[in-house]
Structures are given as structure tokens and as C-alpha cells.
């Protein structure tokens, strides 16, 4: 076993999904040079993908600084482990795993990839590889601006994007898990998927003339914000007057350009009587992948208390029309993908 198929690409220039190339002699990364003490090679069954598996390639010049070419996208996984490091003992060889590694030259739309082994659970019995293949980024995200909210039962968050990835996740963590009372924006076509996740209150964005001003009416009842799409413009600077005091805006979707970025730190960073906001801001990114929260969205998953919403499934020599259907931002909850041919 020394080479695999991957997909890769070594330019974005009209977009990711126009240059991706399925390569079959692909050499298995754990041969250059060796595989780590801490490591294990998995072999992937499942893979889904997130945004950020194509607006990070796509910012040109930074992204060549981040990631060396030719790459293989994605980031999210479940598979089976196929050779440990020499001072790893929580895995046996033939175990499946699921988990999350950050965005590398050696991403998950191949057969093998390389992991450090805290960024890997142990798949839990009764839950599928495609399910577990959905939670890393979107879960893990939703997971860190939750616990990190300090909320109380019965708090109020607002999730602007309820039915992609990060907003399926986000709605039933927040409302299950941490007991908090949910309003969240979607399209009405999305309202009912929504509603079954446990949404109190939907804002159908489609219907209403602003979403920043339908929740201004409520007055400033909201501990926490999750923004998962990066607009309206307004939004947060409105958020002045729908959070509480003491409340977060956390900001987790959005346009990654360079333009869109300075705008929105400009609106970060200003004043309030120049057009920033009051109210505590954050980008969120997952700067590490904590193997004890997988664990837990793993045991959670498998409680039954949360689920993954997948919204298709493509085969590997699929992977363009993935990315072309989650560039389209339509998709209810995750975009998964089979890499290998396995018993589910």
C-alpha cells in the first residue's frame, strides 16, 4: 500500500470544484516521512464537507501560504484505523473512528488520511459512519459557542441559518442539551425541519422586510447570537438592541473574501455612534479538535439527543457535483460523500 486515490487540485481559478482531479497514485501520506508516534493512518469510509473546505482554497495567494498543492480537500471523517503510532493505545487496528483534523495538504476526499489520534473517537454502536462523518466541524463549532456562552436553562439564542451544517447542529445542542429557548432564521420551505429540531421561534427571511428588525421588536431578551451566514449587514450592529447587556455575538458563516472580512472587522472594531455595536464579539474558528467533545457528541448521537441532518449523499467519483450543490448555500443540514465501498 503506497499510493491511493484522492481527489485534488492544484489551482482554484473559477472555483474549486472546476479543478478538482481524481488521481489514483496518490502516495499514502504516512510515508512522508513515517507515521508519528501519536498518529493513525484511518482509512476513510465517510467524509462530509463544509464550507470552508473551499473558501479557504479559494483565497488565492493566503491560501498557497496555509496549504502546499497539489491538496486534497476536506476535513471531517469516519473510517476504520489501519496502523497506530508507536505510543498509541486507545485505538486497535480494524476500530472505527470518527473525528476531525484541520485543513492540511492530506484532506479526507482520499482513501487514507493521517491523524493525530486525539483528534479521533471511537465511532459509538448504532451510529452510522455517514451520521458520524457529519459531526466534526459543524458540530464541534456549534459545541464551543455554546458551552463557552455561559447560558443558563431557559436563556435565549438566536441562530441566524437554522437549516444548513453548523444550524441543524446548533439548534438541537441548544435547545436538548443546554435547555435554552431557540428563535432561529430559515427560508419557510425550512421552517418544519427547523421546528422538528426544537426551534421555539422561526424568522422566515424570505417573508419578513428585515430579520434585523424582527428581533429588535422583542427587545433585548437574547443571551446569545450564532451567525451562521454573515448577513444582514446590520445585524450586528441591531444586536444592540436584542442582546442582553452581557450577551455574545458569535460569528461563525459568512463571505471569507478579503473585502467582506475588512468590512465586517471594520464594523467589529468601530465605535458604536461611527456604526460598530456594543455587544462582545467573536470569530469563531476551531483551533483544535478536543477528543473529549467528540466523544460527547458522539455519546449524544448515540443517546438519540442529537442527530445529523444530511441533506445528500455522493458517491467519491462524485465529488464536484458535492461541491458545486453546497456552493449553491441551499443544503438542509450536512453534504456527505462515500469514499469507500463498505458494509454501513
Same mark, same amino acid.
Given at each position: ?72 480537500? #476536506? ?60 459531526? #466534526? ?24 441559518? #437554522?437549516?444548513? #451544517? ?179
Amino acid at each position: 500500500m503506497s499510493t491511493m486515490k484522492a481527489w485534488q487540485y492544484s489551482s482554484t481559478l473559477g472555483g474549486l470544484e472546476k479543478n478538482l482531479v481524481l488521481k489514483e497514485d496518490v502516495p499514502v501520506p504516512q510515508l512522508s516521512p513515517r507515521l508519528g508516534d501519536s498518529e493513525v493512518l484511518v482509512e476513510i469510509i465517510s467524509a462530509s464537507i463544509n464550507p470552508a473546505d473551499y473558501k479557504v482554497p479559494e483565497l488565492g495567494l493566503v491560501a498557497r501560504a496555509m496549504i502546499r498543492t497539489p491538496a486534497t480537500p #476536506g476535513m471531517d471523517f469516519c473510517g476504520r484505523v489501519v496502523k497506530t503510532g508507536r505510543t498509541v493505545d486507545s485505538f486497535a487496528i480494524g476500530e472505527k473512528v470518527f473525528g476531525r483534523i484541520e485543513g492540511t495538504q492530506h484532506g479526507t476526499l482520499g482513501q487514507y488520511i493521517v491523524a493525530p489520534a486525539t483528534c479521533c473517537a471511537t465511532l459509538p454502536d448504532g451510529v452510522d459512519p455517514d451520521h458520524a462523518a457529519a459531526i #466534526g466541524t459543524a458540530g464541534l463549532t456549534t459545541y464551543h459557542c455554546l458551552a463557552t456562552a455561559n447560558l443558563k436553562p431557559g436563556d435565549k439564542v438566536f441562530i441566524n441559518g #437554522g437549516s444548513g #451544517g453548523t444550524g441543524t447542529f446548533g439548534i438541537q445542542l441548544a435547545k436538548r442539551v443546554f435547555g435554552c429557548h431557540v428563535t432561529v432564521s430559515c427560508s419557510g420551505a425550512k421552517a418544519d425541519l427547523c421546528t422538528e429540531l426544537g426551534a421555539d421561534s422561526i424568522i422566515d427571511y424570505t417573508a419578513v422586510e428585515s430579520v434585523s428588525q424582527q428581533l429588535k421588536e422583542a427587545g433585548q431578551v437574547y443571551a446569545l447570537v450564532i451567525d451562521n451566514v454573515g448577513s444582514p449587514a446590520d445585524l450586528y450592529k441591531a444586536a444592540d438592541d436584542f442582546l442582553v447587556p452581557e450577551g455574545k455575538f458569535l460569528q461563525v458563516g459568512g463571505d471569507m473574501s478579503l473585502g467582506a472580512m475588512k468590512s465586517l472587522s471594520s464594523r467589529m472594531l468601530l465605535p458604536s455612534f461611527l456604526g460598530g455595536g456594543k455587544r462582545k464579539f467573536e470569530f469563531v474558528v476551531v483551533k483544535q479538535t478536543k477528543q473529549e467533545d467528540l466523544v460527547s457528541l458522539g455519546q449524544l448521537m448515540a443517546e438519540g439527543k442529537i442527530k445529523a441532518v444530511i441533506d445528500e449523499v455522493f458517491e467519491f467519483g462524485e465529488v464536484p457535483k458535492a461541491f458545486e450543490k453546497l456552493k449553491k448555500g441551499r443544503s438542509a443540514g450536512k453534504i456527505v460523500v462515500h469514499v469507500a465501498k463498505v458494509d454501513r
